[in-house]
């Protein structure tokens, strides 16, 4: 007989969900493959979170197989290990995280496949008993997959779900995706073997039989209670417990992540199973392009476009700029050398913030505290609370806002000498509603003692890092994702706390402004006033009534919502008595869509162009 030839795949045209349900296991692997290198050529040419993703692709090609989606919910936490899922339900990955192509982590909006989306991680626990209290209330038939990974379990959002599903009547199905970066589990042959056993369809039938026949009568009742006591007692010497069954969920681990047979026949158990099961898969981060599966420090994490064959960034850096990231980095650094009594911490984000090497020259000083940022903020508040220890918190904008109660309970409430260095401010870019950075100042602003903060050049941020040295209260440094311009050698100057700058005296309207944008507008918009609004608070009042004379005042915030430090400073200027006219531009209070960052920027109407009209 003619063996039946494989069948092959073109992804450059949309998959068609329904083709994965007929193919066979050799068929689903050389799917696996080729969605693998889809997905390395889109993140090539369009930047991505690449490694999570390959090491999801094998599971993700097994769910889809396996379970009845879209009628089946699976939610991917953290949400960048979606790009299988995509495919997979039929959108392409061209054009991915640019203006008019998909986002790169899920998106109701974009299919019916996503029935949740999340940046931000450790939310899919929750979200999947929400989702499996809507489907039982509404007496539908339907699995709720919850797949978390990259260390996700580790955040304290989880661990609140897991404790809740202990007493949860509704199922739902955990996958953990354990690639070696977040959970170890119990193994061996009896644990396996016992653990596949008990979720058998037969065996959990026979259980159900037994159970009602014995507890019938108070003697049958009394020796169900003896054979249930024996049972326990044989599973303590036989089982090693675990966190999960010790919480009375079914458990099933050691499932290889890139065996679709075998993660199949997981499945398969779980889905038996009477109440919510956590199944532990293994999988290898980056797996099917060796850059990344070499890479055990993160740098293949997230990507800028790269060449395929070499790995190497396809942007050249330019020699004569730093990233913002990297001049705060090497501040941090050349700081840790000199003051033992300096603390430096960072929640999981230490590659992208360029301080990933600090971790083995100081292991006493410099903490990654994983993807617990409220727990980050607490541990910061301690150090620095005797004012002897200055502790230095290093967080992108878009995680520090899950420590609002923290920094303010913690940290502003104690006056504790704790500096937030906070990355990526401003525009979102290619990552889209989830990774804002343009909300701290308006929450920052509502929580008193934060001093607030962000510079214009690399000298500024120099001498904004100095104050923060010296200043023993909760300090607040903002800085976006780009770069700016090296400076030679910097001789140091002394910083006033709340100190604003007038770069040029122009003109009968004044523009005041803060960050890199002021060394733009002062290139750009000659014949005005531009005003460096260097501290956002406090704000420099005897600058501000210096202004008084202009019959304009324009208040510019291209990193910032309305609510931030335009409405700050415009209350200011009313309470001032300041009788000239005020006019106010900054990024409006939305959910900002991802693509590029000049593109945001003209669609939010904030440009230059936008800016003079207002004048």
């Known amino acids: 007989m003619k063996k039946k030839e494989l069948r092959t795949f073109d992804l450059n045209q949309p998959f068609n969900p329904s083709d994965i349900k007929g193919l066979r296991w050799e068929e689903l692997d050389l799917l696996s493959e080729e969605i693998r290198k889809n997905i390395i050529a889109s993140c090539a040419k369009n930047g991505g979170h690449l490694s999570s993703s390959l090491g999801a692709t094998d599971l993700t090609v097994a769910i889809h197989h396996y379970f009845d989606l879209p009628k089946d919910k699976v939610i991917f936490d953290v949400g960048?290990?979606?790009?299988?899922?995509?495919?997979?339900?039929?959108r392409s990955l061209e054009n991915l995280r640019k203006s008019d192509g998909v986002s790169g982590f899920q998106k109701r909006s974009e299919s019916e496949y996503d029935p949740y989306e999340a940046g931000h991680s450790s939310t899919s626990i929750s979200a999947a008993m929400g989702l499996a209290l809507h489907r039982d209330l509404n007496k539908e038939q339907y699995e709720v997959i919850a797949v978390i990974g990259d260390s996700s379990l580790a955040n304290g959002v989880a661990f609140e779900g897991l404790n809740n599903l202990a007493n949860f009547d509704h199922k739902i199905i955990i996958i953990i995706n354990d690639n070696n970066r977040s959970i170890s589990e119990s193994r061996g042959l009896l644990h396996r073997y016992f653990e596949k056993f008990r979720l058998s369809k037969g065996y959990l039938k026979s259980k159900s039989r037994y159970q009602r026949f014995l507890k019938k009568t108070f003697l049958t009742r009394w020796?169900?209670?003896?054979?249930?006591?024996?049972?326990?007692?044989?599973?303590?010497?036989?089982?090693r417990k675990n966190f999960f069954t010790e919480m009375g969920l079914y458990f099933i681990s050691?499932?290889?992540?890139?065996?679709?047979?075998?993660?199949?026949?997981?499945?398969?158990?779980?889905?038996?199973?009477?109440?919510?099961?956590?199944?532990?898969?293994?999988?290898?981060?980056?797996?099917?392009?060796?850059?990344?599966?070499?890479?055990?420090?993160g740098n293949w994490h997230g990507v800028g476009p790269f060449d395929i064959e070499t790995g190497k960034p396809l942007k050249e850096r330019n020699p004569y700029y730093l990233s913002w990231s990297?001049?705060?980095?090497?501040?941090?650094?050349?700081?840790?050398?000199?003051?033992?009594?300096?603390?430096?911490?960072?929640?999981?984000?230490?590659?992208?913030?360029c301080v990933d090497d600090l971790l083995e020259k100081y292991p006493d000083r410099v903490f990654d505290?994983?993807?617990?940022?409220?727990?980050?903020?607490?541990?910061?508040?301690?150090?620095?609370?005797?004012?002897?220890?200055?502790?230095?918190?290093?967080?992108?904008?878009?995680?520090?806002?899950?420590?609002?109660?923290?920094?303010?309970?913690?940290?502003?409430?104690?006056?504790?000498?704790?500096?937030?260095?906070?990355d990526r401010a401003g525009l979102p870019g290619e990552d889209g509603e989830t990774h804002a950075g343009i909300y701290d100042v308006a929450y920052l602003l509502s929580i008193p003692n934060i001093a607030i903060c962000m510079a214009n050049t690399m000298e500024e941020a120099i001498d904004l890092f100095n104050f923060s040295t010296i200043y023993p209260h909760p300090l607040a440094i903002r800085y976006p994702k780009d770069i700016v311009e090296k400076c030679g050698n910097h001789e140091p100057r002394e910083v006033?706390?709340?100190?604003?700058?007038?770069e040029v005296d122009d003109g009968d309207t004044a523009i005041i402004s803060y960050g890199p944008v002021i060394k733009h507008l002062v290139e750009e918009m000659p014949g005005y006033t531009i005003v460096n609004a260097m501290f956002i608070r406090p704000i420099d009042v005897d600058c501000l009534k210096s202004l008084f004379n202009k019959k304009q005042i324009i208040l510019y915030d291209i990193y910032g919502t309305k609510e931030g430090f335009c409405s700050y400073v415009l209350n200011y200027l009313i309470e001032l008595g300041y009788q000239g006219d005020i006019k106010t531009l900054a990024v409006p209070n939305t959910f900002i869509k991802h693509g590029n960052v000049l593109d945001q920027v003209k669609d939010l109407g904030i440009t230059f162009d936008d800016l003079r009209k207002l004048i």
């Not at 020796?223 to 089982?239: E, G, M, P």
């Not at 899950?402 to 504790?416: F, P, W």
């Not at 006033?496 to 007038?502: D, F, Q």
């Open 80 to 90: 960048h290990q979606s790009y299988a899922h995509k495919i997979l339900s039929g």
């Open 223 to 239: 020796f169900y209670h003896l054979t249930s006591w024996i049972k326990r007692q044989f599973k303590k010497l036989l089982l």
């Open 254 to 297: 050691n499932v290889d992540g890139h065996d679709i047979k075998q993660l199949e026949k997981a499945f398969n158990y779980a889905k038996n199973a009477p109440s919510s099961v956590v199944v532990h898969v293994t999988t290898q981060k980056g797996h099917g392009y060796k850059y990344a599966e070499e890479d055990y420090v």
């Open 326 to 353: 990297q001049i705060y980095a090497q501040l941090l650094k050349d700081r840790l050398k000199v003051d033992e009594r300096m603390v430096l911490i960072n929640p999981a984000t230490m590659v992208g913030s």
């Open 369 to 422: 505290v994983g993807i617990s940022e409220e727990h980050g903020a607490v541990f910061a508040a301690a150090v620095g609370l005797n004012k002897d220890i200055h502790a230095y918190y290093n967080i992108y904008s878009t995680f520090l806002q899950r420590s609002y109660d923290e920094i303010s309970h913690d940290v502003a409430r104690l006056d504790s000498d704790v500096t937030f260095l906070i």
């Open 496 to 502: 006033k706390l709340g100190e604003w700058k007038i």
